[in-house]
């Protein structure tokens, strides 16, 4: 009888939104799940559901824009809950305001959550991923970054260069077995419209649900290993909001 390899995911940012309904749907699809955020209570809540459905799922609080140690972090994880498959970078920040009226500091607060650490946690994992030969790296970028929108300056350029670091890695690790997928939605329904640091009135209901883009997460995740998706765009059948 053959021995079915189990699966293994990290997932940044699965305390709440996407990255929860995606740690959710991993569960449901057999795959055991790292959940990485600051909140470790959100964090536990999302692991025993997830363990309902038979998986083994484990809270690591980290704060991922300290960007220094985030690798070491990372690689500590992997060490301890065994070699990753999938690493799902979904953690970051929405943020508002003009070119005009954007302080360095939150720039840099932007890029190192939304970009650096991105870089740093594949960084933390991909050495295993090579010497395994096979690894998925699933990045959630936006439209923001394919589509610069007035007032979300700082955001779209994360959310671009989200989407380059995407497309340079896939093309250095695809010899090497691993496939790198820029998710690009539009407006998802999730906390982040309610954080402080976004200013935006838009119609909450005709947004995307986090459990469908959590859905295509996994459909990229779960493709066979000989097909990758570079980059998909999921967007509001109502169009941009
Ligand atoms: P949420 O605000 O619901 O979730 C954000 C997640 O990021 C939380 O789990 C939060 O966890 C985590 N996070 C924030 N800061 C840190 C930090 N310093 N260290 C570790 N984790 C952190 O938002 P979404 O689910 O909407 O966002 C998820 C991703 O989707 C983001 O990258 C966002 O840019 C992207 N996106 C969202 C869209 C939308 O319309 N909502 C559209 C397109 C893309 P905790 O607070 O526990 O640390």
Same mark, same amino acid.
């Given at each position: 009888m053959s021995v079915e390899h189990k699966r293994r995911a990290l997932i940044t940012?699965? *305390? *709440?939104g996407i990255g929860k309904a995606t740690a959710l749907a991993f569960a449901k699809a057999g795959i055991d799940i790292a959940l990485v955020s600051r909140s470790v209570d959100k964090l536990t809540a999302v692991a025993t559901a997830a363990e309902q459905v038979g998986v083994t799922a484990k809270v690591y609080g980290v704060d991922l824009a300290c960007v220094d140690q985030v690798q070491s972090k990372i690689q500590a994880i992997a060490s301890e809950?065994?070699?990753?498959?999938i690493l799902v970078n979904n953690a970051g920040i929405g943020y508002t305001n003009d070119l005009k009226d954007t302080p360095l500091h939150d720039w840099q607060q932007v890029l190192d959550l939304n970009i650096t650490s991105v870089f740093q946690c594949t960084m933390g994992l991909l050495p295993a991923m090579r010497t395994k030969g096979v690894g998925t790296v699933i990045n959630v970028s936006s439209v923001a970054g394919k589509q610069a929108f007035p007032g979300w300056g700082a955001y779209s350029v994360s959310k671009a260069g989200l989407i380059a670091f995407s497309q340079a890695l896939a093309q250095e690790e695809r010899a090497h077995g691993i496939r790198v997928t820029a998710i690009c939605p539009g407006a998802?329904?999730?906390?982040l419209w309610d954080t402080q640091t976004v200013n935006a009135n838009l119609n909450r209901s005709r947004m995307l649900t986090p459990e469908i883009v959590a859905q295509s997460i996994l459909n990229v995740a779960l493709l066979p290993q000989q097909a990758a998706i570079d980059e998909l765009t999921i967007m509001p059948s109502a169009g941009v909001l």
């Open positions: 940012g699965a *305390s *709440s809950f065994g070699d990753i498959d998802v329904n999730t906390e």
